[in-house]
């Protein structure tokens, strides 16, 4: 026989006064990232943000939605929360910057079984940082808890950008042709990608723990695969303000074979020339522990290229000058050749 009794949401896992203190935290996190664009306050079933103050001809909005991955599994484990909000801001922003746009606004989407405030509230400090580093505005999201669907103590992490680019100024341009060069921005760590086979290798085939030390990477495994996902907003900026970058490729699930030739024009192809940069100690002792094969790695995971630039061969120099005073280095990695076929390695 039934119970009789009355049940509540809380009886039901969903505790609305938990929500509401998340809530609050997250609306006075947004209220720190405003810009000039935002219109309206937190809370509205809709963020506003106008264009008008930023006095474009011709503006071109460009959109992409993506989410942090398996690397959320190291924060659950670890119980480190702060970095991977940021992860996944900087993600989209490159995503876009690649079509030359600047980050408008982003909205964030965070679901759990239900979580402490704090801690929803450290994840999305981090969006709120990498937001106010690149002047983004956060103005909206979902905060959704939903008991039973996600395991205990984790949650999952999605996320909205918007940015704008002057149409005449969108990348990938159209004069891209043989005897470009391809220039390769270093990446950190896996950034988002490639983590279902790191934590593979590292934690089932070599039998290492959290806190162990990766041989011949001098960090534990935790320390490693929580890397940042950098934004290269700011450091590739004046390259592409300055009009000598023709083609951005952001290196993120597929590697380089999967990304750079989609940028490339019909008729043409990426020539890669392996050694021409360092590849990451964390890439090798990946690929030593886990005897994954050559083809594996590349497709799986970034090697140590964070951004590809295509540049005129007259300009290469220059491009390299402006991003050696932002702070960054690049190497040449390769080139563009004639004939139509997939990125190929020399």
Not at 238 to 250: E, N, Q, R, S, T
């Amino acid at each position: 026989m039934s119970d009789a009794g009355p049940v509540t949401y809380k009886d039901a896992g969903v505790d609305i006064d938990r929500a509401t203190a998340a809530k609050k935290r997250i609306a006075e996190l947004a209220r720190s990232t405003f810009t000039p664009g935002v219109l309206g306050e937190v809370g509205g079933f809709g963020g506003l943000f106008s264009l008008s103050h930023l006095g474009l001809k011709d503006p071109v909005l460009v959109a992409s939605a993506d989410g942090v991955g398996t690397k959320l599994k190291i924060a659950f484990q670890t119980g480190r929360h702060d970095s991977v909000g940021a992860d996944l801001v900087n993600h989209c922003i490159n995503d876009i910057f690649v079509q030359a746009a600047r980050p408008l606004f982003f909205l964030d989407y965070f679901a759990s079984g239900g979580l402490p405030p704090a801690t929803v509230a450290a994840v999305i400090e981090g969006v709120a940082r990498a937001c106010c580093e690149s002047g983004c505005a956060l103005i909206g999201g979902e905060t959704a808890e939903m008991p039973g669907f996600y395991a205990p103590g984790e949650y999952d992490l999605a996320g909205t950008i918007v940015g704008v680019v002057e149409r005449e100024r969108l990348l990938p341009r159209r004069d891209i042709h043989p005897g470009d060069r391809l220039l390769g921005v270093p990446s950190i760590g896996l950034h988002t990608n490639g983590y279902s086979l790191a934590r593979k290798v590292f934690l089932d085939k070599a039998g290492l723990k959290l806190d162990s030390l990766i041989p011949g990477v001098g960090l534990s495994v935790a320390d490693a695969l929580l890397l940042p996902h950098p934004s290269y907003l700011k450091k590739l900026s004046p390259a592409v303000d300055a009009g000598l970058v023709k083609g951005l490729a952001h290196i993120t699930g597929g590697g380089l074979p999967d990304n750079v030739p989609r940028i490339v024009p019909k008729g043409q192809h990426a020539l890669v020339r392996r050694g021409s940069w360092p590849v990451l100690p964390l890439f090798t002792a990946i690929a030593e522990l886990g005897g994954v094969p050559d083809d594996d790695m590349y497709r799986t995971f970034n090697m140590g290229v964070g951004m590809v630039l295509v540049v005129a061969e007259a300009d290469r120099d220059r491009v390299r000058e402006l991003i050696a005073q932002e702070g960054e280095i690049c190497f040449e990695i390769g080139e563009i050749a004639a004939g139509d076929g997939p990125l190929r390695f020399a």
